[in-house]
């Protein structure tokens, strides 16, 4: 067990509590954020581990038990008590049906990565993706949903992102992004702006961000499939995943 690395995971498992929390307590605004929190201390406990050379079957599995906390039960919580709540069973229902997605995602992603799988993709939405999706809702519009023909619409914010988390549509990784290629400027002009323009409109730009990465996949799709309708015979090898026979090494972010 290497105990910096565990840190940063128990920090994330932290952070699923004390959105938990502050969602029973009606403080949204206040909760939503936690799992952003918990989303930048998933990126970085698997990272921090393989430089130090700490990766272990300990880490793996601890870090599967602290993501079901802070993308499944955190997110299922914050929604309900915000707003599904007044659809009764169904509010809680479809609350439960994200948890079991989202603990199916994550123990299906814990299995390819002792089979190996193409980086460049994941299959199925990741949980943490799928997490932001309510979160940067909530955060946006955190007075809560009083009535239930308002919260019928919101039961999409749920039900979609977990149906996707067990689908196996690919969404990009952009695990294999180098920046340290020749010309990395537009990358890093790209990621400078979009600190800014969080730091500057939260609640809208975290909103775009979250449902444009839903959306993303079903636009992949489109896009393949307008390629191989189009007389190309077939797509292309850039847009089809590939398997490896290394196995990827302990990386939270693509839970």
């Known amino acids: ?34 799992i952003g929190f918990a989303f930048a201390l998933d990126m970085l406990d698997g990272r921090i581990a393989r430089l130090m050379g700490a990766e272990s079957e300990f880490g793996l ?39 079991a997605c989202a603990a199916m995602r994550l123990a299906r992603f814990n299995i390819q990565g002792m089979s190996g799988s193409d980086k460049r993709y994941f299959v199925g939405m990741p949980s943490p993706a799928a997490a932001a999706v ?73 909103v775009v961000m979250a449902y444009s990465y839903l959306a993303s996949a079903f636009v992949g799709m489109a896009i393949t499939r307008f390629k191989y309708r189009g007389g190309r015979g077939q797509v292309s090898d850039s847009s089809l995943p590939v398997s490896t026979s290394e196995p990827p090494a302990r990386d939270s972010a693509a839970r």
Not at 136 to 156: C, H, M, N, Q
Request: glycine share 6%; proline share 6%; with cysteine.
């Open 1 to 34: 067990m290497y105990l910096l690395p565990s840190l940063f995971t128990m920090g994330n498992m932290f952070c699923g509590y004390a959105c938990v929390v502050y969602a029973m307590r009606g403080e949204y605004e206040t909760a939503a954020p936690f």
């Open 134 to 206: 309510p979160a940067a809702t909530v955060y946006a519009y955190p007075w809560g949903l009083f009535d239930y023909r308002e919260a019928l619409p919101a039961l999409a914010m749920v039900l979609v992102p977990a149906i996707l988390m067990v689908s196996t549509i690919r969404f990009r990784s952009f695990k294999t992004l180098d920046l340290r290629a020749r010309q990395p400027y537009t990358v890093l002009i790209f990621i400078a702006a979009g600190i800014v323009a969080v730091a500057t409109h939260p609640r809208f730009v975290l």
């Open 61 to 99: 599995q601890f870090d599967s038990l602290a993501d079901v906390i802070s993308f499944g039960i955190a997110p299922a919580v914050l929604s309900f008590a915000w707003g599904l709540n007044s659809l009764g069973r169904l509010g809680w229902a479809a609350g439960f049906m994200f948890v």
